[in-house]
């Protein structure tokens, strides 16, 4: 690939494979017992040995997507993996070791970064609403922090002390709604998000940020959404993006160094979804990039994006048991499994559809449609609705592919239930990359 600073980037066409195949990490395969395995592990057997609910991610997986992005970049920019999607030490670890930067949006995923080891030169701090403590922690930790509103400016005037100066970039807001859920969508105008290009917000930050006596301006930060196919989205946020860069040039003497143009890229989550590559993604932006710096002749900034799940999500499989069947005939078969909208709010908080597989027969012929509902008191409790599948009985194992992107990181306690434990798979070795909730940990914060 040609180096962005001479002004060409070649495209690559996306790589193409089975529908199937997208769904599942890259060692996925039916073994000679006719189980699901990924990573060289049984699901069947890891069911039976840990229980379930069960997260499972395969290391090979998130090293070849983290692997992809820095590929695609070819020294051109920065490749920093969204904390939110899912963290935890030993992943985060896996991500590090892959030369991937890290983006964090509160004091405690900053703390966990820490914690794990992440090498804080390479941190940016996000997030809306930051706090005194939020920044103060950021700028102790030597990140770059990504001021998101006016009142950052002044927090940080009484955090950075006198005569030092912390880096920033700023968010801004290029008003691209691109084709997602609304709930996911955030570069619009209406947004809780960023300084706004179209209202002036985003200049005038930018004009606060260069005379303020505590901070150094190394970039503009972008983030349209997540979930995204069309990556045509992209290039009109980078269009839109350039344009201000021209004003801000011509208008102060200012060019960033670095310019983010977000994450957000989707992934399969049925055998329907047709998700661009993370190559394809990058050398997309790159070109926009590449090409709209060109046009305007505008020095070529450092290119940072910020995946999330479309890294975590493809590595990540949940698994859960079978316990009641309840037939409506002529209505619906609601099939009950032992986890549901603790583990995995997104089908409620977005409308997300999953695919589900028997682990233990995979490929067996389905016999009909089922609703795969979850056990939590609420009647909205449904991961899946009207699934085919085959047949089944309780103590069967269910199979949810690309469950890795923000099931975990959305987990909570309601109805007093404890969250699933957590493994990392490679080489027909599962490691326990978290714990399995008891009952006691329910009560570390009560007092009595």
Excluded: W
């Excluded at 840990?50 to 395969?58: A, E, K, N, S, V």
């Amino acid at each position: 690939m040609a180096d962005a600073a001479a002004g060409v980037v070649a495209l690559a066409a996306p790589v193409r494979t089975s529908k199937l195949d997208l769904l599942f990490p890259v060692t996925y395969r039916v073994n000679a017992a006719g189980h699901m395995e990924v990573g060289g592990c049984d699901l069947i057997e890891l069911a039976r040995r840990h229980g379930t609910p069960l997260y499972l991610y395969d290391e090979a997986t998130v090293r070849q997507r983290a692997s992809e992005y820095i590929a695609a970049m070819d020294g051109a920019g920065q490749v920093l993996y969204s904390a939110k999607a899912f963290a935890s030490p030993q992943f985060l670890r896996v991500i590090a070791d892959e030369g991937l930067g890290l983006d964090v949006v509160s004091a405690g995923e900053l703390h966990l970064a820490l914690k794990s080891g992440f090498p804080r030169d390479r941190v940016h701090f996000l997030g809306n609403n930051k706090s005194v403590e939020d920044l103060e922690a950021a700028y102790r930790a030597g990140a770059t922090i990504v001021i998101d509103g006016d009142q950052e400016f002044e927090l940080l005037r009484n955090v950075v002390p006198h005569g030092s100066r912390a880096q920033v970039m700023l968010r801004i807001s290029p008003g691209v709604k691109p084709d997602t859920h609304d709930h996911i969508s955030t570069g619009q105008l209406d947004s809780k998000f960023g300084f706004s290009i179209e209202s002036g917000a985003a200049r005038k930050a930018v004009e606060t940020a260069l005379q303020h006596p505590s901070l150094e301006l190394v970039g503009l930060h972008s983030h349209i959404g997540s979930q995204i196919f069309a990556l045509g989205a992209y290039e009109q946020a980078m269009e839109i993006m350039l344009g201000l860069l021209v004003e801000l040039r011509d208008g102060l003497g200012y060019e960033p160094r670095r310019l983010g143009a977000g994450g957000g890229l989707g992934i399969a989550y049925t055998q329907n979804d047709d998700p661009p590559t993370p190559r394809h993604f990058v050398e997309t932006v790159r070109h926009a990039l590449v090409t709209g710096c060109a046009r305007r002749d505008l020095k070529v900034p450092e290119l940072v994006v910020e995946p999330g799940r479309s890294i975590a999500g493809p590595a990540g499989i949940a698994l859960y048991t079978v316990g009641s069947i309840k037939d409506i005939p002529g209505v619906r078969r609601y099939v009950a499994v032992d986890g549901g909208m603790g583990d995995n709010i997104r089908p409620k908080l977005y409308g997300a559809r999953y695919e589900a597989f028997l682990a233990s027969d995979p490929d067996q012929a389905t016999d009909g449609k089922v609703t795969i509902a979850g056990k939590y008191c609420e009647s909205t409790d449904i991961l899946i609705t009207d699934i085919a599948m085959p047949p089944l009985e309780p103590g069967d194992v269910i199979a949810v592919p690309a469950a890795g992107a923000y099931c975990l990181a959305m987990a909570s306690n309601y109805n007093g239930m404890p969250r699933p434990e957590v493994l990392m798979l490679r080489d027909g070795e599962a490691r326990v990359m978290r714990r399995r909730e008891t009952l006691d940990d329910l009560l570390i914060t009560e007092v009595f």
